[in-house]
């Protein structure tokens, strides 16, 4: 068999690969490449990042999609930088540039309408956006040169700091919850401060308990061998850390893995839990939740 042949066949490969996306790449595209890198079956991702953004894009590989909800719903930091004085459709570098002002705000302005963006807040995300409007995508819409109005949600703000401030432009940190735009946040605090302003440049630092720390670049993935790209996966229980442990033995474990709920015995075993995840020798064996003692799977994660 030939090494072209070798590489088209698709392998059960299950983990989590944190990748720091690059530049002007897409999500779906970075799946995409790092799914044929890997040879594997399955992938998708935790959280959709901009093209334009860099950092934090967590890969489920093979039985790791089944723990994407757990990650996708974990608390986000984000470091960006916003430029005064003009705003583009896309409240980032993209879009054109539909107004401008001369005003330029100082610290001590910046830094005393944060807490007004901190907490739960209302905002309306970008109209270059992926949310459906009567089933079509904004970004669609607003392509296609339809006025799109976008509906105010609420978002949750837990932090949100200045690190440098210039006069053209000042980089803040956000820790916030899943749903927030930072577009929009952009956009709203050069608005409340008098001026215009847009996202100049955004790196995701984190998504749940994923880190920069843990994260791989493309560059570095691709140049590695098959081996060394197999180890660079973190494994499936890594996207589960945030949830309750439930260690199983191994005649539970085969009772999980047809489905069916174990009773949990023992002095500290939990009675119940909205969400838990079953392990054996540390790996993951199924998600689920506890209710009057017995744990019941949701999703079974099949060994390889």
Known sequence: ????????????ISGWLILNK????????AVGKVRWLLSAKK?????????????????????????????QDGTKIYQF?????????????EGEVIATSSHRPTIKE???????????????????SAIKIKGARAYDLARAGERVEMPPREVEIDRFELLEH???RSRFEVECAKGTYIRSLARDIAEILGTKGHVGALHRAQVGQFSDEDAIDLQTFEAADQSERDAMLLPVAAGLADLHEIPLDSRQVVTIRHGNPV???????????EEAWASHKGEAVAVGYVEQGQFKPTRVILPH
């Open 166 to 168: 210039g006069p053209e």
């Open 22 to 29: 690059p530049y002007d790449f897409g999500s779906t595209q």
């Open 81 to 93: 930088d916003l430029v005064w004085g003009s705003a583009t459709n896309t409240d980032d570098i």
């Open 43 to 71: 992938a998708g991702h935790a959280g959709t990042l901009d093209p334009l953004a860099t950092g934090i894009l967590p890969i489920a590989i093979g039985e790791a999609t089944k723990t994407v909800p757990f990650v």
């Open 1 to 12: 068999m030939n090494p072209t042949q070798k590489k088209s066949q698709k392998r059960d």
């Open 110 to 128: 910046v830094l005393a309408v944060l807490p007004d963006f901190t907490g739960v807040i209302t905002q309306i995300p970008p109209i270059y």
């Open 263 to 273: 009773l949990l015995t023992g002095a500290n075993a939990p009675v119940t839990l």
